[in-house]
């Protein structure tokens, strides 16, 4: 846990955000121990924008991998940061019901939750009417 958590602080050093000036980090952990890094990427068209969850996910998915047993995402917040209602459905896509999203922060604030806890009654394949 402590090592994903430290790769999410690393990649939020990375973020590029001149606009809101909030810097996300996250990183995923794969079934079989590799770890992937996200941070968020602002756009002067904010529709634009990614958050650092996402990139993250999607860096993993690019490598090959469709299932992240655990996500850590940290922010420069008071308490621990909290992911946004679309980082929160792709989550659903990739990670099991019990899988693990860690919250933190740059204090060491930490809440550990399951995918299921933050987005509860989610849409997700099993609820496709066509399988």
Same mark, same amino acid.
């Given at each position: 846990?402590? %090592?994903?958590? %430290? ?14 000036h909030f ?5 995923? /952990?794969?079934? $079989? ?8 990427? %602002? ?5 634009? #924008? ?14 090959g991998?469709?299932?992240f ?6 922010? $420069? ?14 989550? #659903? %896509?990739?990670?099991?019901? $019990? ?6 922060? /740059?204090?060491? $604030?930490?809440?550990?939750? #399951? ?17």
């Open positions: 846990m402590n %090592e994903l958590i %430290e790769q999410a602080q690393q990649a939020r050093r990375q973020a590029y955000v001149p606009y809101s810097a996300v980090g996250a990183a995923v /952990l794969t079934d $079989d121990g590799k770890i992937f890094q996200g941070c968020n990427i %602002e756009n002067g068209s904010y529709g634009m #924008t990614i958050c650092a969850e996402r990139v993250a996910m999607f860096n993993a998915v690019l490598a991998y469709h299932h047993k655990t996500i850590a995402v940290t922010g $420069d917040t008071h308490g621990a940061v909290s992911p946004c209602g679309a980082c929160r459905q792709v989550m #659903t %896509e990739f990670m099991h019901a $019990d899988d693990q999203v860690i919250l933190t922060n /740059l204090n060491n $604030d930490i809440k550990k939750f #399951t995918v299921d806890q933050i987005l509860p009654y989610s849409f997700s394949l099993k609820d496709d009417p066509i399988k």
